[in-house]
């Protein structure tokens, strides 16, 4: 990506995390940007391939961040899904995922502009579920349910703020998962053969 268009992807981003996407429209982004319209289809061809690359940023940003923390983070006994739950729910990172699951509603409604983008999306994230899951724990069908159980648990979240339920109702999940493990080795062994 040229450093121009980074840096005017940088500048949307900042743009869609206090505005949102809702309502959007390129002659008034472009203005608050300081910018023309035809500059923006020049970099991202149109609403749609400039949402894309939104998309992909957040991702990208949120993943490097989430790499970061797994990276830096002390062995202890916390679940990785729950630590990983007080990470996404700070502020700081809450405002991506915002804007993440607004573009992803988008998204949704426009299949066929974003089939390919969502699909990268979801085995990226797919992917850092799994590997960031320990032993017995770490298999595809588990990363799926949990990625589902967090989505649905911080989409929650940024509708209600209700910190305390919902950290409860993750909690609970998690003990359920600890629980089963020994469901899950049947599970793969029924599997196996």
Excluded at 40 to 68: C, I, P, W, Y
Excluded at 114 to 119: D, G, I, P, R, S
Aim: aromatic share 8%; with cysteine; glycine share 6%.
């Amino acid at each position: 990506m040229s450093t121009r268009k980074q840096v005017i992807l940088d500048e949307v981003l900042e743009y869609l995390l206090e505005h949102g996407v809702s309502g959007l429209s390129l002659r008034p982004l472009a203005g608050a940007l300081n910018t023309s319209p035809r500059m923006l289809m020049f970099h991202f061809k149109s609403k749609e391939g400039l949402l894309q690359d939104v998309m992909q940023e957040v991702n990208r940003r949120l993943q490097t961040k989430l790499s970061a923390l797994a990276a830096t983070a002390p062995r202890r006994r916390t679940a990785p899904l729950k630590m990983f739950w007080e990470w996404a729910t700070r502020r700081d990172n809450l405002v991506y995922f915002r804007l993440l699951y607004e573009t992803q509603i988008v998204a949704i409604l426009n299949p066929e502009e974003y089939a390919v983008t969502m699909k990268q999306s979801a085995l990226d994230w797919r992917g850092l579920a799994l590997q960031s899951m320990s032993e017995p724990f770490r298999e595809q069908p588990l990363a799926d349910v949990c990625i589902a159980v967090f989505d649905g648990l911080l989409f929650d979240f940024i509708v209600t703020g209700e910190r305390r339920r919902l950290t409860s109702a993750l909690d609970r999940f998690i003990s359920i998962v600890r629980q089963g493990v020994g469901g899950i080795d049947q599970y793969k062994s029924r599997k196996a053969h």
